[in-house]
C-alpha cells in the first residue's frame, strides 16, 4: 500500500481493465468503447478522492484495487477489482475491509455497492461475508440477434 499519485492513475487503468477483461463467457457484457479514455476521465471526476482509494502493490506491479466515493450522506464501494494473478489469496477482502475500516473512523454510517451476481469470482459471496446484504436485483434481459 502506498499512497496514490495522478502518476499511478495510468497503471490504475491498466489494472481495472485486465481485471475485468474476460470476467464473462463470450465477453457477453463487454461493449465497444474505449476503457482507457473513460477511466481516464472518470477517476479525475470530483467524487473520486485517491484518499479513499487503496491500491495494492506487488513490487511496482498493481495487484487490486478497491475506491471508495462519498456523496450525499453516503459511501458507494465503487471499484473492487484484483488482476488475475493475485486472485483468491485474500487481497480483495483484505483491500474492501480496510477500507470498510476508513470510512467507519470518517463516521460514514450508509455504505452501499451494486454488482453483478453472476460475476464467476464469486464476489457476491465475499460481499454478503462482509456484512452486505441484497436489497434490490435488476434482471437483465438479452435476446440473440437470430
Given at each position: 500500500?502506498?499512497?496514490?499519485?495522478?502518476?499511478?492513475?495510468?497503471?490504475?487503468?491498466?489494472s481495472i481493465?485486465?481485471?475485468?477483461?474476460?470476467?464473462?463467457?463470450?465477453d457477453?457484457?463487454?461493449?465497444k468503447?474505449?476503457?482507457v479514455?473513460?477511466?481516464?476521465?472518470?477517476l479525475?471526476?470530483?467524487?473520486?478522492d485517491?484518499?479513499?482509494?487503496?491500491?495494492?502493490?506487488?513490487g511496482?506491479?498493481?495487484?487490486?484495487?478497491?475506491?471508495m466515493?462519498?456523496?450525499?450522506?453516503?459511501v458507494e464501494?465503487n471499484?473492487?477489482?484484483?488482476r488475475?494473478?493475485?486472485?483468491?489469496?485474500?487481497?480483495?477482502?483484505?483491500?474492501?475491509t480496510?477500507?470498510?475500516?476508513?470510512?467507519r473512523?470518517?463516521g460514514?454510517?450508509?455504505?452501499?455497492?451494486?454488482?453483478?451476481?453472476?460475476?464467476?469470482?464469486?464476489a457476491?459471496?465475499?460481499?454478503r461475508?462482509?456484512?452486505?446484504?441484497?436489497?434490490?436485483e435488476?434482471?437483465r434481459?438479452r435476446?440473440?440477434?437470430t
Amino acid at each position: 500500500m502506498r499512497p496514490v499519485l495522478p502518476e499511478h492513475y495510468p497503471q490504475i487503468i491498466s489494472s481495472i481493465i485486465e481485471s475485468y477483461l474476460h470476467e464473462f463467457p463470450g465477453d457477453r457484457f463487454r461493449s465497444k468503447f474505449d476503457r482507457v479514455a473513460y477511466f481516464s476521465t472518470e477517476l479525475r471526476k470530483p467524487r473520486y478522492d485517491p484518499k479513499l482509494w487503496h491500491v495494492a502493490w506487488d513490487g511496482d506491479e498493481i495487484a487490486g484495487q478497491v475506491f471508495m466515493v462519498i456523496e450525499n450522506g453516503q459511501v458507494e464501494v465503487n471499484q473492487v477489482s484484483v488482476r488475475p494473478a493475485w486472485r483468491h489469496k485474500g487481497l480483495g477482502r483484505a483491500l474492501l475491509t480496510r477500507a470498510l475500516r476508513d470510512v467507519r473512523e470518517r463516521g460514514e454510517e450508509v455504505i452501499w455497492l451494486d454488482t453483478y451476481a453472476e460475476y464467476p469470482t464469486r464476489a457476491v459471496d465475499m460481499y454478503r461475508s462482509l456484512g452486505f446484504y441484497i436489497s434490490k436485483e435488476f434482471p437483465r434481459y438479452r435476446k440473440s440477434a437470430t
